[in-house]
């Protein structure tokens, strides 16, 4: 630039032109998306929300002579440039980096395909934090794929396996057909439902009671539980939570889910919708279904987008409205005093383990899928954990899956569980949310 301005050449001019430039690199790099060279918003809150971000150019009409000399401006002609609005997001910059930390490290050590992080207030429905592995940097977008551009947690389905497993048993004990401690037969491992269909569970159970079901985490016991409560009221709680439809979050490209119509569920359907299969789902849709427990019985509208001001700083008419309810899920009861202490005990003492801390109590549910790919189930498999805490009173509910796990591990409890467990921590000490549990000094 600087020798072609040394040439002084005639006919060629120089003007300057505006970067957009993200200062915190990767960070919330799938939220915010990226502009072209014209800051026309391409993905993310960038795509969402560009007409508010954008502003309009001004402009004037004016006479000119002959030789292109101006010599006067029409009155009310001129049409005065707007700046555009600012938007603040509900992602805590500090969450956002402790969440896409601990993915990093988990997909270090378990050498994912993909993976996804959330983190969302249980009692607001904002999102926290919103992470995906892979990632790129929007500095230098093109030297990052489509595949490590997309932003997972709103655009990719998948089956929920295990993690549904709370979510139809608080409709089962909603409804009142069982009560926690109802008991059923487990068949010890190996469900033969008829020649050609046969149900298993990683261990194999006796007779486990409804609470148990879920901490050992038994699709035998789940399949029993669906038979019972028919695919009807199965179909009206999977619509109740609002799967197989968009939760509305203001970022482009969301996907809906699968929730099949009625008519096209097989006579298994009861037996394999409840524990995790036949419905996909988003992270994102997964998450808010859970805050719904944790918050004590409502379905919130997830939120990304916190204010809107003008150039002065003053708000813009639009109030967005946190929380936004959708729709009361399960009773306050149900969900509190009998869904959070078994979601406690699959921490404690069930398959989620590995989430637990010595500060906080924390309730969750690990979730690992078998893929079907080209329908065929296949050997790889989706380790997924959600997790919120403390249980008496959440503060924070996180969601970690890994896609495809490999090094020797895949289940939820050990891929997923101990970066949530870590998430968790680090965020409510970060809150200075006060440990519930102050450890003692042996003597």
Known sequence: EDVLKQLNLK????????????????????????????????????????QVIIGSKGSKVVEKDGRQRQFSTLQGETVSAKYGNSVFLTID?????????????????????????????????????????????????????????????????????SLIKPLIVSGALDSG?????????????????????????????????????VVRSSNIGMAQLGMRMGKNRLYSYLKGFSFGEKTGIQLPGEAKGIVRPLNLWSRDSVMSVPYGYETAVTPIQLVTAFCSIANGGTLLKPQIVSR????????????????????????????????????????????????????????GK??????????????????????????????????VSLNE??????????????????IIERTLDYMEVGPQYVQTAQR
Request: charge should be positive; proline fraction near 6%; glycine fraction near 8%.
């Open 366 to 399: 690990t979730g690992t899928v078998e893929k079907c790919i080209k329908r065929k189930y296949t050997n790889k498999h989706i380790g997924s954990f959600v997790g919120y805490a403390p249980v008496d009173e959440p503060k924070v509910c996180v969601l």
């Open 308 to 363: 809107i001001t003008d150039y002065s700083g003053k708000r813009v008419k639009k109030k967005y409205k946190t929380p936004e309810r959708v729709r009361r899920v399960v009773s306050p009861e149900i969900a509190r005093e009998v869904m959070s202490p078994i979601l406690e005990n699959v921490v404690k003492e069930g398959t989620g383990k590995k989430a637990m801390l010595f500060t906080y109590s924390v309730a």
């Open 11 to 50: 006919g060629i001019g120089f003007r300057n032109e505006y970067k957009r430039v993200y200062p915190y690199e990767k960070l919330c790099s799938h939220i915010l998306g990226f502009t072209d060279i014209d800051q026309n918003g391409l993905e993310g809150i960038e795509s969402s929300l560009n």
């Open 405 to 422: 796990p490999k090094n020797g591990a895949y289940t939820g409890g050990t891929v997923a569980a101990p970066a949530v467990g870590n």
């Open 93 to 161: 910059c500090e969450i956002q980096s402790i969440v896409e930390d601990e993915l990093e490290n988990a997909c270090s050590k378990w050498k994912p395909d993909s993976a996804v992080a959330i983190a969302m207030d249980p009692f607001t429905g904002e999102v926290l934090a919103m992470a995906n592995y892979p990632s790129f940097n929007p500095n230098f977008v093109q030297d990052s794929s489509p595949r490590e551009r997309r932003n997972r947690v709103i655009t990719d389905c998948f089956e929920p396996g």
């Open 177 to 213: 057909l069982v009560k926690e401690d109802d008991e059923f037969f487990c068949h010890n491992g190996t469900f033969k439902v008829r020649r050609g269909r046969v149900i298993k569970d990683m261990h194999s159970y006796n007779y486990l009671s409804v609470s148990d079901i």
